[in-house]
Structures are given as structure tokens and as C-alpha cells.
């Protein structure tokens, strides 16, 4: 199973997140259609349900929400930017994404303006995300500087922390689907 799920707040307005420690010490909202990453390996259907999400400060950070909420974060595959030839799900890069190998060496920088598809496995039920970087997302083509698609085994960065003028928000975030 994936450890971690690339997904986005569907409930239609904000889900409360609660520090990992202290359940009943509130860190922050997730807000309506924010991007953000599920740990499903961890969760077993009772509280907590852990999650990494962007901070107020910009930074990614850990919490968790409550079970009842769970159900609102939806998998990204079921947003994607477009479904290309052969049913590939992309997400539009907004801005030069840096992706990484699987051994987390430096891979080829995505051009703005050009798609990435999703690596959507149907067994983890869900868009996977990297182990070490989890907000980065694991793509297995890309559009090259001509728009020809290429066929690889890279985890792009979703834009979710570290951007300035970014964010995990769906007007913000780097790496967009149609949430």
C-alpha cells in the first residue's frame, strides 16, 4: 500500500487539524479544495487520521483530523487538469517544477505550461506521493520542451511548500488538477 495519498479538501468548507500529540489542541484548517497529503498506511478507520499539510507559516507540517472528516479528502485523480490518450490523468504545471529520481537524486525540471501524468495506483487507491519527500507526487510521463510526452519514473514537486507566493490552496499550488 501507498504510505502517503495526494489529496484535496472536498467538504466545501474547512476541516479542522489537530496536532498529533495533543488531540484536542487545534494547529490549523484545512481549507476548502487545499491540497494536501494523506497518510493511509497509518490510518486504520479510527482517530487519528494523519495528514501533512502546509502551515500558516509556509512550511510543511504534520497533523491529524478527525474520522468523521477523513471522508472529504478526496484522491486527486479524481480532479486531473485532463484525461489524455489511453486515459492518462495530468496535472498542469504552473510554474518549472523540479522533479526527483526514486533515490531521491535531482531529475529533469517540467516547464510551466506543460502536463505531468499522475501515477494513480488502483490497488492504494490513490495518487501516490513520495515516502521521504511526501509532498512531492509520483508522475510516470511528462510533456518535454515540445509538448511529446515521455515515458519516466519521477516524483515531481507539487509547489505545495517552499514557493513564494505559493501555497496548497487550489489558486496557488503549483502542480493543478481541476479541484
Given amino acids: 500500500m501507498a504510505q502517503h495519498t495526494a489529496c484535496v479538501n472536498k467538504k466545501g468548507s474547512t476541516i479542522p487539524i ?12 484545512l481549507y476548502n479544495r487545499e491540497f494536501c497529503i494523506f497518510h493511509n498506511a497509518e490510518y486504520t478507520g479510527e482517530w487519528p487520521a494523519f495528514i501533512h499539510f502546509r502551515n500558516s507559516a509556509g512550511v510543511l507540517d504534520e497533523g491529524c483530523v478527525a474520522v468523521n472528516q477523513v471522508q472529504y479528502l478526496k484522491d486527486i485523480s479524481l480532479y486531473p487538469y485532463s484525461v489524455e490518450l489511453y486515459g492518462r490523468k495530468t496535472l498542469y504545471c504552473r510554474s518549472n517544477r523540479p522533479t526527483k529520481n526514486p533515490n531521491n537524486t535531482a531529475g529533469p525540471t517540467i516547464l510551466a505550461g506543460r502536463k505531468v501524468e499522475i501515477a494513480y495506483s488502483i490497488s492504494d487507491a490513490g495518487v501516490v506521493c513520495g515516502d521521504s519527500n ?46
Fill in 134 to 179: 511526501p509532498s512531492f507526487i509520483k508522475i510516470y510521463s511528462y510533456q518535454d520542451a515540445n509538448y511529446v510526452w515521455q515515458l519516466c519514473n519521477l516524483f515531481i514537486d507539487s509547489g505545495m511548500v517552499g514557493y513564494t507566493g505559493g501555497g496548497s490552496g487550489y489558486q496557488y499550488i503549483q502542480t493543478y488538477g481541476s479541484w
Fill in 18 to 29: 489537530y496536532n498529533n500529540q495533543d488531540l484536542d489542541t487545534q494547529i490549523g484548517v
